[in-house]
């Protein structure tokens, strides 16, 4: 025999249960459908504690011999059944009703029950619905306000005691609330709650026997909360391909959810990707990897040659193990632990190839006022490899292995309707890291963006955007290396250069710069019959600039270097909204461009899940 606020947890599925007799007057029962949005619910009601108490109408004349006459049978259960459903529509509809007119009638929770439980552990979802308990012990003066039956008194006025009753509107919406707050585990598929009316024995009472609260005894009655889930598999695979920010892979992930009943997430990935220069870039038949240097363009033919030296295309293989679990109980704190294996052949716009094998642990606050945040700490065993023939200097100096320890900090606030081609909204990403705590690479790093969309007449959206960065090394003896710096140009960042295409070059090798920043303006308009369509005409205009730092000179002079000389462009085109990503063709007219930029006039297809 439970406590009159005990806990009960059962692995079997819930079924209807009529309310005792002296409840019927005022009997009755909601059930709400949670899924992962708990703005997202729907309000249904059980058959009422009266209606479960009064005794079913005999059978029909002639029903007596069971498959006498079947026609007849069967048009009396047609007749039942639409009388059942008439009085469920009633039911329904009187429950709407009790719940408009009855937002503060108190009532007092009996117990909770999770239903349908078969792996999670019970401590997990009782550390979930917990704050149903809590919630009903309002605040003294509420309940002092509850009490008509006191007589006024004189300022100051008595303490009242406090009563653990809470208001049907609160109960519902914390119900709510908790729900979700189940779903978002990420074990369940369906998270159901109902309130019932308490049973006057058994589960419903004390530990003394005593009955449960009647209404009338002290303004409250006695409820049950109860969540019916189901689990998900705990064993999930998937095979298939992406295609994403201008590269298309082949991917197979392995899933097992759950794992210790605590809401547990054991995952293992394994990717293949290529990132292919003709398609993309090449309308004109110039290398996708050609950089220009002081005397101009390099020659299509060198580039596609070391291209070649490389294997023609930029592959990226991957291999990843990643831990996860809630933190105490609460969905939107979340650890996660990873490692893995990362290989990656730059090609396209540099002469080698590089592999990191790496492990880090992160906290991930999800749903705050203000986005989500990550603090993690990552170690990466580096190394530049594969380096042709005819690599530049940079590249072979920063050749190599080394080892990087850092901690790292992110912010993601997105307030945007749509991630891929949002019509309105707001969005603010920043990274900070620092790298130095053992390993052999010292730096500070610092990248923030922000957009602003903003919904004009007749469905035009004017849309801004503006990003910018800073790698400062903490060692005069350890300058930054090429695969930590910034890279800026292309289809995804500034329109009309070549991937990687803006910023310092040597020979033919794109090798990044420590300072940058770059943004853009966009209209985006409806199209003739397509108005509701996710197809939208696209006018742009881009501009950035990517530096290296002179440590020999302070930063305002590096800052003035930044904004002295921009590069930008122009042009026209169409953005079209996919389920998984977006397509962006447009036709691109550099403005302005300095010396060792690699430029992509005319003809220029983007694909990729973020663009600035």
Known sequence: MSSPF??????????????????????????????????????????????????????????????????????????????????????????RLLILTSQNRRLLVNQVRVEGIQHTKPALVRAVVAPLLASSRPPAAAAAGDDDSAAPAPPPPPPQPADDSVALGDLLDQARSVGSRLARLGVFQGVVVELDVADAGGAGAGADGVPAKRAGEDGAEKVDVVFTVKELPRLWGQTGTNVGNNEGSMFSALRLRNVFGGAETLEGSLSYGVETRLPLYEGDGTSAAAAT????????????????????????????????????????????????????????????????????????????????????????????????????????????????????????????????????????????????????????????????????TNGFTASGSLRGGLLFPLAQDRPNRINDRFYLGGPLSVRGFQQHG????????????????????????????????????????????????????????????????????????????????????????????TATDAVKPGLQFGIGLHFA
Not at 515 to 532: E, H, I, K, R, W
Request: with cysteine; net charge negative.
């Open 293 to 456: 240097t002081p005397s101009g363009p390099t020659t299509a033919s060198s580039s596609t040659a070391a291209l070649s030296a490389l294997g023609g295309n930029q592959t990226t293989t991957s291999f990843e193990v990643l831990f996860a679990k809630p933190v105490n109980a609460d969905p939107d704190q979340r650890l996660e632990i990873r490692a893995g294996k990362f290989n990656r052949n730059m090609a396209l716009y540099s002469a080698h190839s590089e592999a990191v094998t790496g492990l880090g642990a992160k906290f991930k606050l999800f749903n705050t006022s203000f986005g989500t945040h990550e603090i993690g700490y990552d170690v990466a065993w580096r190394h530049i490899y594969g380096v042709a023939k005819d690599a530049s200097y940079t590249v072979r100096r920063d050749a190599g292995h080394t080892l990087k320890s850092a901690i790292s900090y992110s912010l993601l606030y997105d307030r945007r309707n749509d991630a891929l081609l949002p019509t309105w909204g707001h969005f603010f990403k920043g990274f900070m890291e620092l790298a130095g705590i053992g390993g052999d690479v010292l730096h500070a790093k610092g990248e923030v963006e922000g957009q602003v969309h903003v919904p004009l």
């Open 6 to 95: 005990g806990w009960f947890f059962s692995t079997s599925t819930r079924s209807t249960r009529s309310a005792p007799p002296h409840t019927s007057a005022a009997g009755w029962a909601t059930t709400l459908h949670c899924d992962d949005d708990a703005s997202t619910s729907s309000v249904s009601s059980d058959r009422s504690a009266a209606a479960a108490a009064t005794p079913s109408p005999p059978p029909p004349s002639g029903g007596d011999t069971i498959g006498s006459d079947s026609a007849s049978a069967a048009a009396a259960a047609a007749a039942a059944l639409r009388q059942q459903q008439r009085e469920q529509e009633h039911q329904q509809q009187q429950l």
């Open 502 to 593: 803006i910023g310092p070059a040597d020979g033919a090798d794109r090798v990044g710069g420590d300072m940058f920043v770059a943004g853009g303006v966009s209209l985006f308009t409806p199209l003739p019959y397509l108005v509701d369509a996710p197809i939208k005409g696209h006018l742009f205009a881009n501009a950035g600039n990517l530096i290296q730092l002179d440590q020999d000179d302070p930063i305002t002079d590096s800052a003035r270097r930044l904004f002295g000389t921009v590069s930008s462009s122009v042009g026209l085109g169409l953005a079209v909204r996919f389920s998984m990503l977006r397509l962006e063709v447009n036709y691109c007219l550099p403005v302005t461009v």
